[in-house]
């Protein structure tokens, strides 16, 4: 299995709602990411978590809060987003952190905020 | 700052022909990655090249790197319309797996 799964594949939400965005991995990774993609732009990294640990913020607006439960899973919770935060949210995954390794993505979760 | 500005921003090809995407960036890397996105979907690794190797080959993609001047060239050969899709580089800096991509060349390859 060499898949990254998220879900849902779209969420439209208002900005009083409280959402969450999930993924799951089954390859033995032990590095998670959130990246945030704007049309037509790069994606963006947002957070990183090695070993079910938070090791990189982006300096992410707090109404984005990361959770790793396990090493298979990685959470974003969202909570007063604004219309700005509209885009796609791609999760990836890979085997280690600190290590030359290649990313496994997720098909993304593409959210309309009104 | 950003890493990673691709060049051209947009190429269209005739199918056969060979398509080339460069890329530069600013700081030093571990390695420099390539990877493919589908309209609206998820990025696919394409290729990886390590900071003390110039050029690699993986089917009907090459890509070299030049540490001097912080640049890389993907070529893809005999291209097909299905290669028709957004390509980005994506430089690997520092101790943790930051991984940062650049704004992407978008190609479409004209059957």
């Known amino acids: 299995d060499t898949e990254v799964t998220q879900t849902p594949k779209h969420l439209v939400m208002g900005m009083t709602n409280k959402k969450s965005l999930k993924c799951e991995q089954h390859?033995?990774?032990?590095?998670m990411y959130w990246y945030k993609q704007k049309a037509k732009k790069p994606p963006e990294l947002m957070f990183v978590y090695s070993y079910e640990k938070l090791s990189i913020n982006e300096s992410v607006p707090s109404r984005f809060s990361p959770e790793c439960p396990n090493s298979s899973l990685l959470n974003l919770h969202l909570h007063a987003l604004q219309p700005e935060d509209s885009a796609l949210y791609l999760c990836a995954s890979s085997q280690d952190t600190g290590r030359q390794e290649k990313l496994f993505f997720g098909s993304g979760t593409q959210l309309s905020v009104l | 700052s950003q890493q990673g500005e691709e060049d051209p921003q947009a190429l269209s090809i005739q199918e056969g022909e060979n398509a080339t995407m460069n890329c530069s960036y600013k700081t030093s890397i571990n390695n420099l990655q390539w990877y493919r996105q589908n309209s609206g979907r998820g990025l696919v690794h394409l290729i990886l090249?390590?900071?003390?190797?110039r050029e690699k080959h993986s089917g009907r993609l090459r890509v070299t790197l030049d540490t001097s001047k912080k640049s890389s060239s993907l070529l893809i050969t005999a291209s097909r319309a299905a290669d028709t899709a957004s390509y980005f580089c994506a430089s690997h800096s520092g101790g943790y797996q930051k991984v940062t991509f650049g704004i992407g060349t978008k190609l479409q390859v004209i059957p």
């Open positions: 090249i390590r900071s003390n190797e």
């Open positions: 390859m033995g990774h032990r590095a």
